[in-house]
Structures are given as C-alpha cells and as structure tokens.
C-alpha cells in the first residue's frame, strides 16, 4: 500500500505540473512571463520550502530529463525551421551558432575573470555553459508570434545550432579540467570530433528519415510514434560514435521539415505539444535543483546578475554585432537580435554536467549560471514582443484557427497546389476570372481563417490562402502569379 501511495503522489505532482503549464499558457496571454520562467523560479521556490523534492529529483535524474527534452525540443525546432528557412538565413546562422559561441564564451570568462576574480577554469567553465543561447526558450516565446524579416529565422536557427556547439565545448572544457594533464588541444580536438561526427550523422539520418516517413503504419496515431523513436535512434547513434547528438538531431529535423510525408501536419503538432511539456519538465526539474539558500551565501546572488548584465550589455552586442557587419539587416533588426540571445535549459544543464564531473567550485558555478539564466528568461523573455515593436520591427499575435478541413487520400495529392497572395503579387487586388489559370481552378480560399466560396467575381486580398487544383504538369506556371514580386 505504501508503494502505491508513493507512486501516486508522483503521479499527482506530474499531472498538477502539466495543469498549471496549461492554465498558465493561457495566463501568458494576459501576463507576458514565458512559462520558463515561472516554472524554474517555481521549482527552486518549492525545493526549498519543501526539501522531499530535492532529494526526489536528483542533479543526475534530472539531467538525463533535461536531455531528453532537448532532444524533443531540437528536432521540433529543426522541423518548424525547416531547410527553405534555414538556406535564407544561414551566413547569419552558421556564423552566430559557431562563432558566436566561442566568443560569447571567451568574453564572459574574461569578465568573470577580471571582474569577480574567479579562477581562469572557473571562469572559463561559466563562459561555457553561458555561450549558447536557448531553443526552449526562444521557440516558446516567438512561436505565436508572426514577426516580419529574417530575425525570427535566424534567432531560432542561432538557437538550435548553437546548442550542440556549446554543449561539445563544455563536455570538452570539462575533459579539460578533470584530466590529470593535457592542453587545450584536448579542447579542440573534442569538439571537432562531436561537432563533424554529429553533422554527418545528422545529414545521413535527415536523409533517411525522408522516405521511411512515407512507409504506410497500420495506423495514423503511429506516424508521430514513429518520429520520436527516430530522433532517440539518431542521437543515440551520434552520441555513441562520440558525436553530438544534439547537432545530429537538430540537423536531421530542419532536413525533414519541408519534405512532404503522410500524416505531416499530425506529426508537426504532436511533436510541439511534447516540446511544450518537455520545457516544462525541463526547467521544472532545473529549478527543484537549486539550492537557494547557498544562492544567497557570498553574494553569488549578486555576482550572477553582474554576469546577466555582462552577456546582455557587452558580450552578446560585441560578438553579435562583429558577426553580423557582413550581414544586410536594418538598424531596428541588428538591435532586436543583440537582446534576443536568450539563455534557458541549455546552460544550465551545461552547469550540472559540471557539477556531475565534480570540478572545482562546480557548486558556484551552477549557482551563478542558474542566477543569469533566470534574470535572462525573466527580463529578455517577458520584453522581446515590446523591443520588436519599439524597434519598428513588425510583431503579431498569430491568431488559433481550432477548425480545419481535412480530407483522406490513398495517395499525395501531386495535383493540388497551396498558395498564399503575396502583398506585391501579380494575384493581389486581381478578380479570379481575371487570372491566367488556363485549366486549374481555385477550389477554396481562406480569408482572414473563414472560409470563403471561390467565385469568378471575387477578388483576391493578400494574405488569402488558396486550394488550386490542376495537373502537375502546371503547378510551377502558378506560383510566381501568387508568390511575391523580386524587388529590383
């Protein structure tokens, strides 16, 4: 009888946690605090008042929580992002999610080290595990959200490209530090073995992945089934071949994003409501691991908010905005991706992996790192929709359309064609009967998420969704008439 208590109060704590993320999604609305932030504040919160949940949710357990909701978070996050995106995008990308890294890392351990006096490996450990920025984070608060440009782009790519970066620079930081000698070759030739190791696992499975998504399941619930074992398989073969799996997961997600598959739609939404509650989990569990009373011994409290302002006021504005000299954006655009470079699970989960290898001032390390991530996600978090709008760049709420129409096919249907009217089309302002359509026909259109009959005499607004029908042989002759038109 006593087991089944235990493992019922389990349950209970599980299944109230998953309330409340539910109840405060829709308190977000009103209260623009990313549920990241309540939940890692909350979790430290009720550890300390109630010490049974830290001794339950040990740093080990939950690390390997907080890993596997990377992994869910990543591939979705690939998934969302897609290669279209991504190929538009990448120069700003590549460089941030590389680069970046090493140079945020190199900056705030230069600033720990000269600032708060803290050991060279001490310093360099933080700079570490505060150098990625967080695809938790970044796709829970900009998901929802219809931002104009290629900032969402490339704040989400940075996001899930950096991860494995600054992962595979910790782990090899970490090597560094534990081994009894060595330099810091072993640094390099770590982290160039997990990063190439994971990219090639990453680029064969996103390759193999594409058609074992069309094989046929017995039935439809066991498509998104089938795409959460295959990102288990792909990082757990990357990670055992000494590669990133982190990489490897987000690599194969952005190449399946864009390929057509039976049961996609289906497979997309499953796999961001299980992102959605493997944030949860994530930075729930983080914050049952703090101890917030050593917080407040020797002012750490006070040094890890002199380390937030360090990565948001010179760090992530010096790198950044070196790396994005190159890179054809606007003022508003440079400014609103300097102070979104948001720090979540991955840093912290950095931090444990330092404690677990039982480093020197492991303790105050995670400590520190746990103080910058919540002064992060609860400031930088709460405000990026006021900067977006305050730097002129456009920010809307993307409004839920529950209702949809589907309709089940044997086969992909090559014949049917999904457009959206462009502002600057040849389509926009145009009667339909007035269209070059030749044999196709417009079998639906939605306006503003109505659906709306298609007639001769309607007229196309941009921003209508539209259901052609006709051979495929003439699909390509449609879409320039819809799509928007090249500046010159």
């Not at 990625?132 to 490339?154: C, K, N, Y």
């Not at 990102?231 to 071949?241: H, I, K, P, Q, T």
Request: proline content about 5%; overall charge neutral.
């Amino acid at each position: 009888m006593h087991e089944i208590i235990s493992f019922a109060t389990i349950v209970l704590v599980v299944a109230g946690g998953l309330t409340l993320a539910l109840a405060w999604s829709k308190l977000s609305e009103r209260v623009p605090v990313p549920a990241a932030a309540f939940f890692l504040i909350l979790g430290a919160v009720l550890s300390d008042i109630f010490p049974v949940l830290e001794r339950h949710a040990s740093i080990r357990t939950v690390e390997r929580v907080v890993v596997v909701a990377v992994v869910i978070i990543l591939f979705d996050g690939g998934m969302h992002i897609g290669w279209r995106r991504f190929r538009a995008a990448i120069v700003p990308i590549t460089t941030l999610g590389f680069l970046g890294t090493f140079g945020t890392a190199a900056v705030v351990a230069s600033g720990c080290h000269l600032l708060l006096g803290l050991g060279w490996m001490t310093s360099g450990l933080i700079g570490a595990a505060l150098a990625p920025t967080d695809p938790a984070v970044m796709f829970s608060v900009l998901r929802g959200h219809e931002v104009g440009g290629r900032t969402d782009t490339i704040l989400e790519g940075e996001s899930g490209a950096n991860d494995p970066v600054g992962i595979a620079l910790m782990l090899a930081m970490i090597q560094f530090a534990t081994a009894s000698s060595g330099s810091f070759l072993i640094v390099v030739r770590e982290f160039a073995v997990a990063t190439s190791v994971g990219l090639v696992i990453g680029i064969v499975a996103g390759r193999l992945l594409v058609p074992l998504m069309r094989i046929r399941l017995p039935s439809a619930g066991l498509y998104p089934v089938r795409t959460v074992a295959a990102c288990g398989v792909v990082y757990g073969l990357a990670s055992v071949a000494h590669g990133s799996g982190f990489l490897a997961v987000f690599v194969a997600g952005i190449l399946v994003g864009d390929e057509r598959a039976p049961f996609k739609a289906e497979v997309e939404a499953f796999h961001s409501s299980l992102a959605s509650l493997a944030q949860v989990a994530a930075f729930g569990g983080l914050g049952l691991t703090i101890d917030l009373a050593f917080v407040g011994h020797d002012w750490l409290w006070l040094k890890g908010l002199l380390i937030a302002a360090l990565l948001v006021f010179l760090a992530r504005p010096l790198v950044a905005g070196l790396l994005l000299l190159p890179v054809r954006l606007e003022r508003g655009e440079r400014l609103f991706l300097f102070w979104g470079g948001l720090k979540g699970a991955v840093p912290i989960l950095l931090a444990a992996f330092a404690v677990l290898a039982d480093v020197n001032d492991a303790k105050v390390i995670y400590s520190l790192v746990f103080v910058a991530v919540a002064f992060s996600v609860l400031v930088q978090g709460t405000t990026v929709p006021f900067v977006a709008g305050r730097l002129g760049i456009p920010i809307s709420l993307v409004e839920q359309t529950p209702w949809r129409i589907s309709v089940p096919l044997r086969s992909a249907p090559e014949s049917v064609l999904r457009a959206v009217v462009a502002e600057s089309s040849a389509a926009a302002g145009m009667r339909i009967r007035d269209l070059a359509l030749s044999d196709a026909w417009i079998g639906l259109i939605v306006r503003e998420g109505e659906p709306l009959q298609a007639r001769g005499t309607t007229k196309l607004r941009p921003g209508d969704e539209l259901l052609i029908v006709s051979s495929p042989d003439y699909m390509s002759h449609f879409e320039w008439l819809f799509a928007a038109a090249e500046r010159s």
